[in-house]
């Protein structure tokens, strides 16, 4: 490994590690967001603070509507299960308390799945502004069924109607679920406020975000999640806007959706009819989760017209691009692939997951076999700057020569240098293309390993229980910097052979301490990378050592 492959390895190491912070969207980038979407649509309300947002979204029941008091109902709780969730709803406002993925694994308890609701949090509220200024929100539903368990082609409903002190029905929230779908269907249905309603006075919230999944049952941050908190909206003409979890703005125009995530999984709010006419995002409630972090938030407020009913639907699940293609309204663009330069060898390392994952089901072999299969293709590059690095050293005590000399003339010693690389047919950047190949298809594995969550809860063998995890061989009583507080064994391996393939690929006498520099470093880094990643790294390493054991032999018997 000579000096372009230990830069070039410096270089995507701070890249890997500082690009979670560089993905973010700037601290203004608000601004920059609410103005495209101001120009576009001809309407904006400036972004408030906090607290206003909060007052002006606090979910709480309206005491000072004389008009239409409502029936004294107890609150209860439905329970909805099917293939691939086991969902709560209150008859307090209809609220999603919970809602549980059965398909993975809950980071506190491995068995349960994951629930993308916070332990306090209350989604999917319906808050209605009648035109005499009353407002109905948070009310308590009378409903019509009690628990419910499909599954395949099943469909069942769930209708929770408003009543008044006399029993009459106000409006109907009816719920539509699906056996084997992450989604559901909402209409809000007036019946005696019909008429009453303000146009553009029916809002529906998601005010407490996504819950943390990436959490231990110590409370640890196992995956970086914060980096992911990010809200979207999704315009009728196909524009994407991303606002990060401290930005505050409400956007008028016609959305078709809009979106919160978290790093694996993401909440869809989509309109049927007719489409939302505002966006809000807005921070969650602090303290709604105990790491008490910042969390992304979305409302809207759906225009109304008369006779009509207000129709949209859900999707609270994982982020999978196959599986958000389906719906056919662009999901998939809340994906996270990396810079546009590097964009195509994520998309590379993807699709070749995607295409032998059926024929290699463990994904651990399976990165074993890419990373075999890449440095195979890459072998021819790789011996010959090998060559060309063997060649380089021999030719170094002539170049020592020269500068003994020549002490002190710079120009008359990179001549005679030149002149020496063309006598003995030694090209000095012979190995720099070839040293730099592979790194852009490290940074692609980089990328998919953090973004997919086809790895998550993927394990390999022995220990190495969840390849999109650090690999934790012991854990330490103390946390080191940079370092973290366990020990990995496969980044000490891979450390070891970067070792044993530079200490003899250094030309320079003076870079000589790079070999024992550059192992401890990557090995600092690669520490609290995803296992998977440093499996396919350690491999490729191992595979190239052997490589260039093999050419070496090779040259000195030739």
């Known amino acids: 490994m000579d000096k372009n492959s230990i830069i070039g390895f410096v270089l995507i190491a701070l890249v890997m590690i500082f690009s979670s912070y560089f993905f973010q969207p700037p601290e203004n980038s608000e601004n920059s967001a609410i103005e495209k979407v101001a120009m576009e649509n001809d309407s904006i309300v400036s972004g408030e603070t906090n607290n206003s947002f909060n007052e002006r979204n606090n979910i ?9 008091p409502q029936e004294e109902i107890r609150e209860s709780e439905i329970v909805v299960e099917n293939d691939l969730f086991i969902g709560k709803f209150s008859s307090k406002g209809g609220a999603v308390t919970s809602f549980e993925l059965k398909k993975f694994k809950s980071r506190e308890d491995e068995n349960k799945g994951v629930n993308l609701v916070h332990p306090e949090g209350r989604n999917l509220i319906t808050k209605i502004e009648l035109t005499d200024g009353q407002l109905l929100e948070n009310l308590n539903y009378r409903v019509s069924n009690e628990n419910i368990t499909l599954s395949g082609t099943d469909s069942k409903e769930i209708v929770f109607e408003a009543l ?12 539509k679920f699906y056996g084997d779908k992450y989604n559901f269907d909402v209409k809000v249905e007036p019946v005696s406020i019909k008429g009453l309603i303000k146009e553009g006075g029916v809002s529906i919230l ?14 640890k941050n196992l995956n970086g999640e914060e980096w992911f908190l990010n809200s979207y909206c999704y315009d009728s003409e196909g524009e994407l806007t991303e606002f990060n979890n401290s930005d505050e703005a409400e956007v008028s125009g016609k959305f078709l959706w809009g979106a919160t995530r978290s790093k694996y999984f993401e909440t869809f709010i989509y309109a049927k009819t007719p489409k939302f006419d505002n966006f809000t995002t807005y921070r969650a409630p602090e303290g709604i989760n105990y790491l008490e972090e910042k969390y992304s938030s979305i409302g809207f407020e759906i225009g109304y017209r008369d006779n009509d009913n207000i129709e949209f639907s859900v999707y609270s699940g994982p982020m999978e691009y196959d599986l958000f293609k389906e719906y056919g309204l662009d999901f998939q663009s809340t994906l996270n692939w990396g810079w546009d330069i590097v964009r195509p060898f ?33 072998l021819p590059f790789n011996i010959k700057a090998f060559k060309s690095t063997v060649a380089m050293k021999k030719i170094q005590p002539y170049v020592k020569e020269v500068k003994e000399k020549f002490p002190g003339d710079l120009q008359r010693q990179q001549q005679e240098t030149m002149a020496l690389y063309k006598k003995h047919g030694v090209n000095p950047f012979g190995s720099c293309l070839p040293s ?69 690929t250094i030309t320079d006498p003076n870079q000589k301490m790079m070999a024992y520099m ?5 090995l600092i880094f690669f520490n609290n990378f995803a296992s998977g990643l440093i499996l396919y790294y350690t491999v490729g390493t191992i595979f190239r050592y052997f490589q260039q054991l093999f050419t070496k032999k090779s040259l000195a018997k030739g």
Do not use: C
């Open 60 to 68: 709480t029941i309206n005491k000072n509507s004389e008009l239409i």
């Open 164 to 175: 008044d002190s006399e029993g009459n029905i106000l409006y109907k929230k009816i719920y």
């Open 206 to 219: 998601w005010p407490d975000g996504m819950n943390f999944t990436e959490v231990s049952k110590d409370g």
């Open 346 to 378: 994520s998309w590379l390392v993807l699709k070749s997951i995607k295409l032998f994952h059926p024929i290699i089901p463990n994904y651990g072999w399976l990165i074993i076999f890419l990373s075999l299969i890449i440095n195979a293709l890459l």
């Open 436 to 504: 730099l190949l592979p790194m852009p298809i490290l940074y692609g594995f980089f990328i998919v390993f953090r973004s997919t969550i086809d790895i998550r809860d993927q394990g390999f063998a022995l220990w190495l229980t969840d390849l999109s995890l650090p690999e934790v061989f012991i854990t330490l009583p103390f946390n080191i910097p940079l370092y973290g507080g366990h020990i990995g064994l496969l980044p000490l391996i891979m450390a070891v052979f970067s070792y044993l393939q530079m200490k003899d």
């Open 518 to 522: 550059m192992p401890a470093m990557l």
